[in-house]
């Protein structure tokens, strides 16, 4: 068949229109979800993160930590944990600890294996997902309500939240590599309990096993993508604003934060997704202290570690 030069001219013309609005669409879905896989498009797999740990970053953390003599007696006596992870460049992504596999009782921190857990079994259908479920579920990682964290905990069961954590996939706890993220009693008191093997803790983390959860999340493989997103809509907007929560809204009031901390008697711990597009702010950060002063501590942290980072300083208008 001969197509005339209009016919061919308007067929050209539609292509340019469909590439055009193709386009589009894919960058509005990029800016939609930036918080999501998006970060690493075009790697073919997820490097674990023990793989990118960093000297530089390491040797940083390190300094900074020890300029302070408490926050270096802390780290030196294993009753604080830092982790943080880079993000500012997919293409060279950073971890750096310190008793990065030290697990500690993390009171609520925990909570976002709850969460993992439970959209696990939406996503089996072995949970349905209700408007209450869903509320619950919100109101257990935003507000840290313990009521709603122990429904969640009574409608999935102890044995589905370690089998997530332990699920080969993700491996959130691993006894030989200092156990992890735990979740073996309800946060409203009563009922049985399934405290993990290691420690006998009821409510646990390591800062390393935290961060991986984190990057796992950002890049959108807990579960799937979908879900990922899920999760990271729930983690969005905490209602608390204390801890790593309090020093962001003064420095980076306009970045985005997902974020879970936990708090009981001297035991403080928070994590946090800090993704700032124009400043380049994109950094996963976790603490664990056992200490009377923790919480102050953990508000102290974040400018250091932005110091570190070499976040660059917000334009002004």
Same mark, same amino acid.
């Given at each position: ?12 013309? =539609?292509?340019?229109f ?17 918080y ?5 498009k ?8 023990r ?11 390190e ?31 950073r ?15 925990? @909570? ?49 939240i ?7 996939? =993700? ?18 008191g ?8 290691l ?7 390591t ?7 984190? =990057? ?7 579960i ?23 020093t ?5 009031p ?12 001297t035991y ?14 994109? =950094?996963?950060?976790?603490?664990l ?26 334009? @002004?208008?």
């Open positions: 068949m001969i197509l005339n030069f209009s016919k061919i001219v308007l067929l050209f013309g =539609y292509a340019i469909f590439c055009a609005c193709t386009s589009k669409a894919q960058e509005s879905i990029t800016e939609e979800s930036n999501s896989n998006s970060l690493f075009g790697n073919d797999h997820t490097t674990p993160l793989e990118l740990l960093d000297d530089e970053l390491q040797k940083n953390l300094a900074e930590i020890n300029k302070r003599t408490k926050w270096k007696k802390l780290i030196a006596q294993k009753k604080m944990a830092i982790g943080i992870v880079d993000l500012s460049d997919p293409n060279k992504v971890f750096a600890r310190l008793n990065g596999n030290y697990m500690m009782y993390a009171a609520s921190l925990p @909570k976002i294996a709850v969460l993992l857990a439970s959209t696990d079994a939406i996503e089996n259908g072995t949970l349905i997902e209700t408007q209450e479920v869903k509320n619950d579920m919100k109101l257990m990682i935003s507000k840290s309500n313990n009521a709603a964290t122990t429904r969640m905990i009574d409608r999935i069961g102890y044995d589905k370690e089998e997530i954590l332990r699920d080969d996939r =993700y491996n959130l706890y691993d006894e030989e590599l200092g156990g992890g993220l735990w979740v073996g009693k309800r946060y409203g009563g009922g049985d309990t399934n405290r993990e093997p420690k006998n803790l009821s409510h646990a983390a800062v390393t096993q935290v961060c991986r959860f984190y =990057y796992l999340l950002a890049l959108g493989e807990l799937n993508e979908e879900r990922s997103k899920q999760m990271l809509d729930i983690l969005e907007h905490p209602a608390l604003h204390h801890k790593f929560v309090h962001l809204d003064e420095i980076a306009d970045a985005r934060l997902f974020r879970k901390s936990g708090s009981w008697k403080h711990s928070d994590s946090v997704l800090v993704w700032e597009k124009e400043t380049n702010r994109k =950094y996963i950060l976790v603490a202290i056992d200490d009377e002063s923790g919480e102050q501590i953990i508000r102290d942290l974040v400018v250091p570690m932005d110091k570190i980072l070499k976040v660059k300083a917000k334009s @002004k208008s």
